[in-house]
Protein backbone atom coordinates (compact mmCIF):
# COMPACT_ATOMS: atom_id res chain seq x y z
CA UNK A 1 0.00 0.00 0.00
CA UNK A 2 1.18 3.36 -0.89
CA UNK A 3 2.37 5.89 2.17
CA UNK A 4 0.00 8.61 3.14
CA UNK A 5 2.44 10.95 2.09
CA UNK A 6 2.34 9.74 -1.72
CA UNK A 7 -1.56 9.94 -1.76
CA UNK A 8 -0.93 13.64 -1.10
CA UNK A 9 1.53 13.92 -3.77
CA UNK A 10 -0.67 12.51 -6.76
CA UNK A 11 -0.89 13.67 -9.87
CA UNK A 12 -4.15 15.91 -8.71
CA UNK A 13 -3.64 18.38 -11.10
CA UNK A 14 -3.79 15.68 -14.41
CA UNK A 15 -6.87 13.80 -12.67
CA UNK A 16 -8.82 17.21 -12.21
CA UNK A 17 -8.16 18.20 -15.76
CA UNK A 18 -9.18 14.67 -16.88
CA UNK A 19 -12.01 14.88 -15.40
CA UNK A 20 -12.65 18.54 -16.52
CA UNK A 21 -12.99 16.63 -20.31
CA UNK A 22 -15.13 14.33 -19.15
CA UNK A 23 -17.86 17.30 -17.99
CA UNK A 24 -17.31 18.88 -21.10
CA UNK A 25 -18.49 15.91 -22.89
CA UNK A 26 -21.62 15.05 -20.05
CA UNK A 27 -22.88 19.06 -20.75
CA UNK A 28 -22.17 18.70 -24.68
CA UNK A 29 -24.25 15.71 -24.74
CA UNK A 30 -27.31 17.62 -23.32
CA UNK A 31 -27.29 21.16 -24.31
CA UNK A 32 -30.79 22.08 -24.06
CA UNK A 33 -32.72 23.49 -20.65
CA UNK A 34 -34.92 20.48 -21.27
CA UNK A 35 -31.99 17.78 -21.13
CA UNK A 36 -30.62 19.26 -18.25
CA UNK A 37 -33.70 19.90 -16.12
CA UNK A 38 -34.25 16.30 -15.93
CA UNK A 39 -33.72 14.80 -12.57
CA UNK A 40 -32.48 11.40 -11.08
CA UNK A 41 -35.82 11.16 -8.92
CA UNK A 42 -33.42 10.94 -5.95
CA UNK A 43 -31.52 13.57 -3.33
CA UNK A 44 -27.75 13.72 -2.79
CA UNK A 45 -25.82 13.90 0.09
CA UNK A 46 -26.33 17.55 0.41
CA UNK A 47 -30.39 16.97 0.36
CA UNK A 48 -30.43 19.12 -3.36
CA UNK A 49 -32.83 17.21 -6.09
CA UNK A 50 -30.19 15.31 -8.27
CA UNK A 51 -29.87 16.14 -11.83
CA UNK A 52 -29.35 13.55 -14.28
CA UNK A 53 -26.19 15.77 -14.70
CA UNK A 54 -25.32 15.29 -11.35
CA UNK A 55 -24.91 11.76 -11.36
CA UNK A 56 -23.46 12.02 -14.43
CA UNK A 57 -20.82 14.65 -13.60
CA UNK A 58 -20.14 12.68 -10.69
CA UNK A 59 -19.65 9.50 -11.87
CA UNK A 60 -16.90 10.56 -14.19
CA UNK A 61 -15.08 12.19 -11.48
CA UNK A 62 -15.22 9.27 -9.01
CA UNK A 63 -14.36 6.76 -12.16
CA UNK A 64 -10.91 8.87 -12.54
CA UNK A 65 -10.43 8.00 -8.66
CA UNK A 66 -11.01 4.89 -9.21
CA UNK A 67 -8.18 4.29 -11.40
CA UNK A 68 -6.15 6.54 -9.24
CA UNK A 69 -6.87 4.46 -6.27
CA UNK A 70 -6.04 1.19 -9.07
CA UNK A 71 -2.66 2.67 -9.80
CA UNK A 72 -1.99 2.54 -5.84
CA UNK A 73 -2.99 5.44 -3.86
CA UNK A 74 -5.28 5.11 -0.72
CA UNK A 75 -7.58 8.07 -0.24
CA UNK A 76 -11.45 8.50 0.55
CA UNK A 77 -13.68 10.46 -1.42
CA UNK A 78 -16.59 13.16 -0.47
CA UNK A 79 -19.19 14.06 -3.06
CA UNK A 80 -22.36 15.82 -2.71
CA UNK A 81 -24.27 13.57 -4.62
CA UNK A 82 -22.84 10.00 -3.43
CA UNK A 83 -21.42 10.63 -0.40
CA UNK A 84 -18.75 9.15 1.16
CA UNK A 85 -16.53 6.62 -0.93
CA UNK A 86 -13.90 4.56 0.76
CA UNK A 87 -10.71 4.29 -1.52
CA UNK A 88 -8.54 2.64 1.39
CA UNK A 89 -7.45 5.49 3.47
CA UNK A 90 -9.80 7.93 5.61
CA UNK A 91 -6.87 9.73 6.41
CA UNK A 92 -6.63 11.47 2.62
CA UNK A 93 -9.77 13.46 1.78
CA UNK A 94 -10.91 13.97 -1.59
CA UNK A 95 -13.93 16.83 -1.44
CA UNK A 96 -16.14 16.74 -4.64
CA UNK A 97 -18.74 18.93 -5.78
CA UNK A 98 -18.98 17.61 -9.67
CA UNK A 99 -21.28 20.66 -10.66
CA UNK A 100 -21.40 23.30 -8.08
CA UNK A 101 -23.93 26.04 -9.48
CA UNK A 102 -26.30 23.01 -11.21
CA UNK A 103 -29.31 25.59 -11.41
CA UNK A 104 -27.15 27.91 -13.48
CA UNK A 105 -25.83 24.66 -15.71
CA UNK A 106 -29.64 23.46 -15.59
CA UNK A 107 -30.88 27.20 -16.96
CA UNK A 108 -27.87 27.46 -19.84
CA UNK A 109 -26.17 30.48 -17.27
CA UNK A 110 -22.61 30.52 -17.74
CA UNK A 111 -21.11 30.35 -13.67
CA UNK A 112 -21.00 26.37 -12.78
CA UNK A 113 -17.77 24.31 -12.01
CA UNK A 114 -16.15 21.66 -11.10
CA UNK A 115 -14.34 22.17 -7.89
CA UNK A 116 -12.37 19.43 -6.05
CA UNK A 117 -10.07 20.03 -2.74
CA UNK A 118 -7.74 17.46 -1.35
CA UNK A 119 -6.90 17.49 2.42
CA UNK A 120 -4.98 15.59 5.07
CA UNK A 121 -7.60 16.28 7.78
CA UNK A 122 -11.13 17.16 8.47
CA UNK A 123 -11.09 20.59 8.19
CA UNK A 124 -11.01 23.72 5.72
CA UNK A 125 -7.60 24.19 7.48
CA UNK A 126 -6.48 20.78 5.99
CA UNK A 127 -6.84 21.39 2.40
CA UNK A 128 -3.65 20.93 0.48
CA UNK A 129 -4.64 21.20 -3.03
CA UNK A 130 -7.87 22.80 -4.45
CA UNK A 131 -9.14 23.35 -8.24
CA UNK A 132 -12.36 24.94 -9.40
CA UNK A 133 -13.23 24.82 -13.39
CA UNK A 134 -15.54 27.55 -14.40
CA UNK A 135 -16.98 26.13 -17.65
CA UNK A 136 -18.59 29.51 -18.49
CA UNK A 137 -15.91 31.96 -18.86
CA UNK A 138 -13.69 28.34 -18.90
CA UNK A 139 -11.01 29.49 -16.50
CA UNK A 140 -9.01 26.65 -14.64
CA UNK A 141 -8.00 27.81 -11.21
CA UNK A 142 -6.25 25.66 -8.40
CA UNK A 143 -3.58 26.22 -5.53
CA UNK A 144 -0.85 24.10 -3.44
CA UNK A 145 -0.91 25.16 0.09
CA UNK A 146 2.66 26.92 0.14
CA UNK A 147 2.83 27.22 -3.34
CA UNK A 148 0.49 29.70 -4.24
CA UNK A 149 -2.31 29.95 -6.47
CA UNK A 150 -2.52 30.26 -10.53
CA UNK A 151 -5.39 30.99 -13.18
CA UNK A 152 -5.52 29.61 -16.48
CA UNK A 153 -1.37 29.13 -15.88
CA UNK A 154 -0.60 32.12 -14.56
CA UNK A 155 1.03 32.87 -10.91
CA UNK A 156 -1.78 34.97 -9.33
CA UNK A 157 -0.36 38.26 -7.51
CA UNK A 158 -0.31 37.89 -3.75
CA UNK A 159 -0.12 41.99 -3.09
CA UNK A 160 -3.67 42.62 -4.92
CA UNK A 161 -5.91 44.91 -2.82
CA UNK A 162 -9.46 45.76 -2.37
CA UNK A 163 -11.03 48.74 -4.55
CA UNK A 164 -13.38 50.77 -2.63
CA UNK A 165 -16.08 53.62 -4.31
CA UNK A 166 -15.64 56.82 -3.30
CA UNK A 167 -17.70 56.88 -0.57
CA UNK A 168 -15.64 53.82 0.93
CA UNK A 169 -17.86 51.21 0.56
CA UNK A 170 -17.04 47.71 -1.63
CA UNK A 171 -16.25 48.70 -4.87
CA UNK A 172 -17.93 45.26 -6.03
CA UNK A 173 -18.81 42.09 -3.07
CA UNK A 174 -20.25 38.56 -4.40
CA UNK A 175 -23.52 37.14 -2.41
CA UNK A 176 -24.20 33.68 -2.28
CA UNK A 177 -26.99 31.72 -1.28
CA UNK A 178 -28.74 34.77 -2.61
CA UNK A 179 -33.09 33.76 -1.65
CA UNK A 180 -34.28 37.07 -1.79
CA UNK A 181 -35.65 36.37 1.94
CA UNK A 182 -31.69 36.38 2.90
CA UNK A 183 -30.73 39.43 1.25
CA UNK A 184 -33.87 40.88 2.70
CA UNK A 185 -32.61 40.19 6.30
CA UNK A 186 -29.26 41.29 5.67
CA UNK A 187 -30.07 44.80 3.23
CA UNK A 188 -28.72 46.90 5.73
CA UNK A 189 -25.45 46.23 6.39
CA UNK A 190 -24.96 45.09 2.61
CA UNK A 191 -26.10 48.91 1.66
CA UNK A 192 -23.60 50.76 3.85
CA UNK A 193 -20.81 47.60 3.16
CA UNK A 194 -20.86 47.41 -0.77
CA UNK A 195 -21.67 49.91 -4.03
CA UNK A 196 -22.86 46.94 -5.85
CA UNK A 197 -23.27 43.13 -5.38
CA UNK A 198 -22.87 40.26 -7.67
CA UNK A 199 -24.15 36.34 -7.61
CA UNK A 200 -23.00 34.10 -9.74
CA UNK A 201 -24.82 31.40 -8.23
CA UNK A 202 -21.57 29.47 -7.02
CA UNK A 203 -19.77 29.66 -3.98
CA UNK A 204 -16.51 28.11 -5.46
CA UNK A 205 -16.78 30.61 -8.59
CA UNK A 206 -17.24 33.04 -6.48
CA UNK A 207 -14.13 32.41 -4.15
CA UNK A 208 -12.12 32.52 -7.14
CA UNK A 209 -13.38 35.96 -7.45
CA UNK A 210 -11.97 37.03 -4.60
CA UNK A 211 -8.69 35.22 -5.24
CA UNK A 212 -7.94 37.18 -8.03
CA UNK A 213 -9.24 40.44 -6.92
CA UNK A 214 -12.36 41.02 -8.96
CA UNK A 215 -14.60 40.77 -5.91
CA UNK A 216 -13.45 42.45 -3.06
CA UNK A 217 -14.99 40.42 -0.97
CA UNK A 218 -17.62 37.62 -0.89
CA UNK A 219 -19.63 36.06 1.91
CA UNK A 220 -22.52 33.80 1.77
CA UNK A 221 -25.92 35.07 3.53
CA UNK A 222 -26.50 31.79 4.96
CA UNK A 223 -24.55 28.29 5.87
CA UNK A 224 -22.61 26.72 2.86
CA UNK A 225 -21.27 22.89 2.76
CA UNK A 226 -17.87 21.74 2.48
CA UNK A 227 -18.06 20.81 -0.80
CA UNK A 228 -18.84 23.78 -2.11
CA UNK A 229 -16.51 25.83 -0.37
CA UNK A 230 -13.40 23.40 0.34
CA UNK A 231 -11.21 24.22 -2.66
CA UNK A 232 -12.03 27.59 -3.27
CA UNK A 233 -11.51 28.71 0.11
CA UNK A 234 -8.03 27.57 -0.61
CA UNK A 235 -7.41 29.19 -3.80
CA UNK A 236 -8.14 32.34 -1.66
CA UNK A 237 -5.89 31.98 0.82
CA UNK A 238 -2.81 31.23 -1.57
CA UNK A 239 -3.66 33.90 -3.47
CA UNK A 240 -2.93 36.18 -0.11
CA UNK A 241 -6.78 36.67 0.38
CA UNK A 242 -8.41 35.94 4.10
CA UNK A 243 -10.96 33.46 4.64
CA UNK A 244 -13.10 32.23 7.80
CA UNK A 245 -16.48 30.05 8.42
CA UNK A 246 -18.15 32.39 11.05
CA UNK A 247 -19.66 30.45 13.83
CA UNK A 248 -16.80 27.69 13.87
CA UNK A 249 -14.57 27.52 17.04
CA UNK A 250 -11.69 28.17 14.78
CA UNK A 251 -11.76 30.48 11.57
CA UNK A 252 -10.79 27.64 9.46
CA UNK A 253 -12.64 24.88 11.31
CA UNK A 254 -15.69 24.07 8.95
CA UNK A 255 -15.95 20.24 8.06
CA UNK A 256 -15.12 19.34 4.65
CA UNK A 257 -18.84 17.08 4.41
CA UNK A 258 -21.85 17.84 2.12
CA UNK A 259 -23.95 19.64 5.43
CA UNK A 260 -24.44 22.92 6.11
CA UNK A 261 -22.15 23.64 8.81
CA UNK A 262 -21.13 27.64 8.36
CA UNK A 263 -21.13 31.03 6.38
CA UNK A 264 -18.25 31.31 4.37
CA UNK A 265 -16.95 34.99 4.05
CA UNK A 266 -13.85 35.97 2.03
CA UNK A 267 -11.97 39.33 1.55
CA UNK A 268 -8.76 40.75 0.66
CA UNK A 269 -7.52 42.32 3.57
CA UNK A 270 -7.64 41.43 7.20
CA UNK A 271 -10.08 44.51 8.23
CA UNK A 272 -12.72 43.64 5.33
CA UNK A 273 -13.07 39.88 6.17
CA UNK A 274 -13.63 41.22 9.59
CA UNK A 275 -16.48 43.37 8.59
CA UNK A 276 -17.75 41.48 6.19
CA UNK A 277 -18.37 38.56 9.29
CA UNK A 278 -20.74 41.01 11.22
CA UNK A 279 -22.99 40.75 8.54
CA UNK A 280 -23.51 36.70 8.46
CA UNK A 281 -23.16 36.77 12.19
Known amino acids: MTSTRSALDADWLGLCRRAVRGL ?6 APTITERAIETGTRGEGGDRT ?29 EEKGEVDFGDRAIRVI ?3 IDGSLNAKRGLPHHALSIAVAAGETMADVVF ?8 REEWWARQGEGAWLNGELL ?8 AHDGRLEVLGIESADPRWV ?3 I ?12 LGTIASSLCQVAGARFDGMLSLRRCRGVDAAAGQLIVREAGGVVSF ?11 DATPSAPVVAARTAATLHALEEIVR
Request: proline share 6%; charged share 25%; hydrophobic share 40%.
Open 246 to 256: PGCDEALGAPL
Open 184 to 186: AAA
Open 96 to 98: IDP
Open 130 to 137: GYVYDFGP
Open 24 to 29: EQVLAD
Open 157 to 164: DRELGERR
Open 51 to 79: LVIDSSAETVVLSELDALHTSGYSFSALS
Open 188 to 199: EPLVTSAYRLRA
